[in-house]
């Protein structure tokens, strides 16, 4: 039996999406297996990255999937790939058990169109399962404290990196 430790990690996209008012977007998830807790389903928008796609390239795709946002420019990232573990039982449910977790290329952008725009209910152009229930614009400080907990090393240090663009 492989133990959790020697499992890989899964390549992943994270995106942190500033309004104008230096608030960013975060999505309520409408479940699968690594958000087992109701109280922190809030997070910002991931995903995976496609065998030969660029971080990038993944990060605008994964937006677009998730939240039906095109419009955006680029604010920054964080240079490091920052990883999170999950739990055992998790583990052995999310993606097939095939991971141990994942290891995330963090963006922030800066969202230039209208509210409109946004569409969690139909994303993609409706092409997408909805990943999210909800969503809103809140402080990039409150959401470590939102999203599930063994997510929270990663959003504090994204926190760090990116609150000089949570300004209006």
Not at 20 to 36: D, K, M, P, S, T
Not at 61 to 87: A, F, Q
Request: aromatic residues 12%.
């Amino acid at each position: 039996m492989t133990r959790l430790e020697d499992l890989p990690y899964r390549p992943c996209v994270g995106l942190a999406i500033f309004n104008r008012a230096g608030q960013v977007f975060l999505g309520q998830r409408l479940g699968g297996a690594e958000h087992v807790d109701a109280t922190h389903s809030w997070q910002m928008p991931q995903g995976g990255i496609d065998k030969g796609e660029e971080p990038y390239e993944a990060a605008l795709r994964e937006l677009y999937e998730e939240t039906s946002i095109r419009s955006v420019t680029k604010l920054g990232e964080v240079e490091d790939w920052l990883n999170y573990d999950l739990p055992g039982r998790v583990a052995g449910e999310a993606w097939k058990g095939k991971y141990r977790g994942q290891t995330q290329k963090w963006y922030a952008f800066g969202f230039t169109g209208e509210e409109g725009e946004i569409d969690i209910l139909k994303p993609g152009g409706g092409v997408h399962k909805p990943e999210f229930s909800s969503w809103r614009w809140d402080s990039l400080d409150r959401a470590a404290e939102l999203v599930i907990p063994f997510k929270r090393p990663v959003y504090e240090r994204v926190t760090r990196e990116f609150r000089r663009f949570a300004k209006a």
